[in-house]
């Protein structure tokens, strides 16, 4: 079976198990999303892209691999 979900959720999934879980401050959880949100403004925003987008076709190819 396949699930596909945008990494934006897994991603808030993370965020909110690591507020719950392990104590992390709701604020700082904050402040880092706005850095990267100001980070995807600058010239490093398609070198982060594509490294994503790489190490997510690394994923999806591992786990064709398990089938």
């Given amino acids: 079976m396949t699930v596909s979900l945008p990494l934006v959720v897994v991603l808030g999934f993370f965020a909110w198990g690591a507020v719950k879980f392990l104590g992390v401050r709701t604020w700082i959880v904050v402040l880092i999303a706005l ?3 100001w980070l ?5 925003a398609p070198a982060i892209e594509s490294g994503t987008r790489s190490g997510v076709t690394v994923i999806n190819g591992l786990a064709h691999l398990d089938e």
Avoid: A, N
Wanted: charge should be neutral; hydrophobic fraction near 50%; proline fraction near 0%.
């Fill in 40 to 44: 995807s403004h600058t010239f490093l």
């Fill in 35 to 37: 850095f990267g949100f």
